[in-house]
């Protein structure tokens, strides 16, 4: 059934659709959308005949006609090339992105972009005030889209509207740099649920709130303009049973045994798998492997480090610089330790199949996960779902919003070169059997929130809320 003119009663508003548009020659296919929201809303969206999602499809161009594809009734927006530049490129990846982490790299500040973003998000909220029914439950997701929830209030007082952002919210003195703080935080004030990754995010966003607004906020309850909103902490989740199955899944495991042979079949693999992004910290990583080596600490004999960089917002400032520094680095190490024909870093600027970085998983004896911000990291959490003999290592970067959940993780400070050394040395010496109490307990964790879990624990509040 095609989206049409139908009214819906559950509507999801993301800047990706859960698929996006991609051309081979003269043939275009769609592939999911990068990222964990697809698979985390795929149980409540996924063959539901009441919810849409509306969002881009990648292809900057009009809204083309709403379709359907693996049982997701997809309504495109458009975005032009114009507005790809200055509302996606600009003011979500560089003004935004990098304030919301924590300043990495200095945001910009342009009012040109700032334009676009509300002509953009007037659209979003346009289309979803179309698409919904009366009454509708409304969830808008992420960073690209914070007027929304204001605008659409304004234009459907009858819906209920759920916020969640995806990446964490800064401290409020970071925050109170936007030049437009003001008007982001009435957006989201529209909605009658914020939702945020950590505890700590959301008293980050009830702080600002507080300062900017002046309004009352008792708990993580915001009373502002005769409206009431709550902000909570929602960690995401991953589909774990998915992940579980592809491990246990006998194709995926005969390509683990091959991909461990072609890298010479040594006693412990390290991975690392990222958008190629300056907040993951893979160039911290890389500069402790080097150390490592030139240390005698670890040894080319017995240690591989694969990492895995899948291409992101290349155009935006910032990520070709962090591109030509890490493989400055992967040829620096391989230059200086591999071996012929036995590179000790396999680096591929590629993004993979779930499959093969399942397969990877398997046989990853350590698992690098260095972020210097980001809001959850679902990449360590699937990790630890594809380890069903409960063995392996997940060096885990405190400022992740993963490491709030996964305690028994190796917890480090990526600024701290010397202590994640520490961790990955002693990491690798260490036996399957030791590393067992921890991975249980973190599998306890990831079983028991999942991400069917986390959106009905959010829906189920938003649908509570007064
Ligand atoms: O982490 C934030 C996020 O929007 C994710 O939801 C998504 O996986 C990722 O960034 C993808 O980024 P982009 O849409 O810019 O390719």
Known sequence: MAAGKQKWSFVVA??????RRVWEGDTAQWVPSPGGLVSALRPVMSGNPDAVWAGWTGVPG??????EVDGFQCHPVGVSQGELQLFYEGFSNATLWPL??????????????????????????????????????VWIHDYHLLLVPGLLRAARPDLRIGFFLHIPFPAREL???????????????GADLIGLQTPLGADNFCRAVNR????????????????????????????????????????VQARAAEIHETLGSPRTVLLGVDRLDYTKGIEVRLRAFRELLAEGRLSV???????????????VTGYAEVRREVEQMVGDVNGNFGVMGRPVVHYLHQSQPIEELVAMYL????????????????????YVASRPDNTGVLVLSEFTGAAQELR??????PHDIESLKTAMEAAAHRTGADTVPAMRAMRRVVRSNTAQRWAERFLARLEACE
């Open 212 to 251: 900017i607004t002046g309004a009352k906020t008792t708990g993580r309850v915001i009373q502002h303009n005769g409206r009431t909103s709550q902000a909570g902490a929602f960690p995401i989740g991953i589909d774990t049973d998915r992940i579980a199955g592809l491990a246990a899944d006998p194709a």
């Open 14 to 19: 993301a800047n990706r659709l859960p698929v």
């Open 363 to 382: 046989i990853a004896d350590i698992m690098l996960v260095t972020p210097l911000r980001d809001g959850m990291n679902l990449v360590a959490k699937e």
């Open 100 to 137: 919301f982490h924590d300043a990495l790299v200095p945001p910009e500040y342009h009012r040109t972009w700032w334009d676009a973003y509300r002509t953009v998000n007037q659209r979003y909220a346009a289309t979803v005030a179309d698409l919904a029914a009366p009454g509708a439950t």
């Open 301 to 315: 004999d017995d240690c591989v480090l694969v990492q895995i960089a899948e291409p992101s917002r290349s155009q």
């Open 175 to 189: 925050y109170i740099r936007l030049p437009w703080r003001a008007e982001i935080i009435d957006g989201l004030l």
């Open 408 to 413: 028994t993780a190796e917890l480090i400070n």
């Open 62 to 67: 009009p809204g083309t006609e709403p379709f």
